[in-house]
C-alpha cells in the first residue's frame, strides 16, 4: 500500500500508518510546510501543498514504485523485529497492483490530511527568519469564518491531489473547520467516494469547529466535471 500524510508533522498519523502498512510492502510518504524529521521508516517531504510544485514532487517520487519502501535486505538486518512474517513471502507472487501506466499515475492507496495549524517546535528551527512558514499557514485565529475558508482550501487541495493519485477503491481522510462551505465539499466528495462520512471524533475538543470527512472506496465512474463543477 501507498500512503500520503498531508500535514505529517509532527507524525502520529504517519507512525500509526507505517505500522499498517507493513514495512517491506507498503510507504508512506509525508508532506509538510515545516521542516520535521519524519518516524522510522516514513518518508518526509517538505513543501507548502497549496503550490503545485510541491504536489508535483510527491507525484515524481511516487511514479518510481520502490522509492519509499524499505528494502527486503534492510529488514533482515533489522534488530528487534518482533513481526517478521512479511520476510517469508514471496513479494513477486503478491498482488500489489502495480502494473501499467493506470499504476504509475493513480498509485496511492490512502490519502490522509491533517493540515492545520502546526504544533511550535522547541528547537532547530529559526522563527525569525524573514521565510518564516508559521507566517504563511492557515493558522486557527479565532475568527471562525477565515479558519473555515483557510481549511477549506487545504481541503480543496487534497481533493484534487486525491481525483488524480488516488487509485478506484482508495480511500481519503481530511480534516475541515465547519462553515458554509463544508456541504459544497461533502457534495462533491459523494461525487467521487461511494461513501463519504462526516466525523466528531470523542478526542476532539466540542468547542473546536474541527471535524473530518471520511471518503471510502473512490469509485471508478467519476468524472472530473461532475466532482469539481462549482454547483457541486
Ligand atoms: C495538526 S498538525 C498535524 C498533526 C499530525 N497529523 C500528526 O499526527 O502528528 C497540522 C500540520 O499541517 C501542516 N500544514 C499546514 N498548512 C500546510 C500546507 N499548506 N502545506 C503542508 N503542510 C501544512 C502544519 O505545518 C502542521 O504540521
Not at 507512525?15 to 510507504?27: K, M, T, W
Not at 532547530?124 to 475568527?143: A, D, E, V
Not at 467516494?193 to 473512490?218: L, N, Y
Amino acid at each position: 500500500m501507498t500512503v500520503v500524510d498531508l500535514g505529517f508533522a509532527p507524525g502520529s498519523w504517519s507512525q500509526v500508518a507505517i505500522d499498517l502498512v507493513r514495512p517491506g510492502l507498503g510507504r508512506v510518504v509525508g508532506v509538510d510546510i515545516i521542516p520535521v524529521a519524519p518516524p522510522k521508516g516514513v518518508n518526509a517531504l517538505q513543501g507548502d501543498f497549496l503550490s503545485r510544485d510541491t504536489q508535483e514532487r510527491v507525484r515524481e517520487l511516487l511514479k518510481d514504485e520502490n522509492a519509499g519502501r524499505v528494502h527486503r535486505h534492510e529488514l533482515i538486518k533489522e534488530e528487534n523485529n518482533t513481526d517478521p512474517s512479511y520476510l517469508d513471502q514471496d513479494l513477486s507472487k503478491l498482488d500489489l497492483n502495480m502494473t501499467g501506466k493506470a499504476h504509475r499515475d493513480k498509485c496511492i492507496d490512502v490519502i490522509l490530511s491533517d493540515m492545520s495549524a502546526p504544533w511550535e517546535l522547541a528547537s532547530g528551527y529559526h522563527h525569525r527568519s524573514i521565510s518564516n512558514p508559521y507566517h504563511r499557514l492557515m493558522n486557527t485565529s479565532g475568527n471562525k469564518f477565515k479558519d473555515h475558508a483557510g481549511s477549506m482550501d487545504l481541503c480543496r487541495s487534497a481533493l484534487y491531489f486525491a481525483f488524480d493519485t488516488l487509485r478506484v477503491g482508495g480511500n481519503f481522510v481530511c480534516k475541515f473547520y465547519q462553515g458554509a462551505e463544508d456541504k459544497q465539499f461533502e457534495k462533491q466528495l459523494k461525487s467521487l467516494f461511494s461513501k463519504v462520512h462526516r466525523d466528531k471524533p470523542e478526542s476532539s475538543r466540542s468547542e473546536s469547529k474541527e471535524a473530518f470527512f471520511i471518503g471510502i472506496q473512490r469509485l471508478s465512474s467519476a468524472e472530473q466535471d461532475r466532482v469539481f463543477d462549482e454547483g457541486g
